[in-house]
C-alpha cells in the first residue's frame, strides 16, 4: 500500500478499505459541490474517477471551490486533478473536459458505480437524474444549498435505493441568496457521505 494508504488503514476494515478502492465515481461538474464532493471522497479512500466540467477557474469560484489562487484561469477538472494527486498520488482519475449533453452522458459516466450531480443547471440536473434513473448506478444530486444559516435545513433525503437528493429543495443560487462556502460544503460533504455510506453498507451484505 501507499503511504496514503497506510494512514487511512486505521480507520476501515480491510474488506471495507477493498470495496471503497474498487467503486468507480463519476462527478458530473467541478464547481462547489463536485471539487469539495471530490476531495471529501478522496480522502476517505476512493481512488477511481470520472470528473467532468468545461469551465475554468475565476476569481469568484475561490469563495467556495477546491481550487487556490494560482489555478485562475486553468481548466477546473485540470485543476482539480492536480490537488486530489497531491491527497493521494496513486489515484486513477480521468478529467473530460466537455459540456455534459443527453448525447455524450452515457459515454462518459456509463462505466461509473456511482455519480455526484454537481451541476448549478436546473435542466442539466433533470437531464442527469433521468437518465440514469432506471440503471443501477447510485446518483447522489443537490437542491437548494444557497444563502447562509440555518445549516440543518439542508437534509439528505432518499429518493429510493438508487437516489439521493441533498439540500433544501428551495434555497436555489441568486442575488439575494449567494452561493457561499459553508452551504456548499455541507451539502457536498452529505454527498460524499451517502457514496461511503453505501460502500460500507455493501461490504455488510456480503458479510
Do not use: W
Not at 101 to 113: K, R, S
Amino acid at each position: 500500500m501507499t503511504s496514503f494508504y497506510d494512514g487511512i488503514s486505521r480507520y476501515f476494515k480491510p474488506a471495507e478499505l477493498e470495496m471503497i478502492k474498487s467503486i468507480k465515481i463519476g462527478i458530473a461538474g467541478a464547481g462547489g459541490l463536485g471539487s469539495n464532493c471530490a476531495m471529501n471522497l478522496v480522502r476517505s479512500g476512493f481512488q477511481n474517477f470520472v470528473i467532468a466540467d468545461f469551465d475554468t477557474i475565476d476569481g469568484s469560484n475561490l469563495n467556495r471551490q477546491f481550487y487556490f489562487s494560482n489555478q485562475r484561469g486553468f481548466l477546473k477538472v485540470d485543476a482539480l486533478k492536480q490537488n486530489l494527486l497531491k491527497i493521494n498520488p496513486s489515484l486513477s482519475l480521468t478529467t473530460i473536459k466537455e459540456r455534459i449533453t443527453v448525447n455524450n452522458l452515457e459515454q462518459i459516466f456509463g462505466e461509473c458505480d456511482c455519480i455526484v450531480e454537481a451541476f448549478d443547471d436546473a435542466q442539466a440536473k433533470k437531464l442527469l437524474i433521468e437518465h440514469f434513473s432506471n440503471s443501477t448506478k447510485l446518483v447522489v444530486a443537490a437542491s437548494g444549498i444557497a444563502g447562509c444559516g440555518n445549516t440543518d435545513r439542508i437534509k439528505t433525503r432518499k429518493i429510493n435505493s438508487r437516489l439521493y437528493i441533498i439540500g433544501d429543495f428551495v434555497s436555489e443560487s441568486s442575488e439575494q441568496l449567494p452561493p457561499y462556502s459553508p452551504c456548499v460544503t455541507i451539502a457536498a460533504a452529505k454527498q460524499a457521505d451517502v457514496i461511503l455510506s453505501h460502500a460500507i453498507n455493501l461490504v455488510m451484505q456480503t458479510d
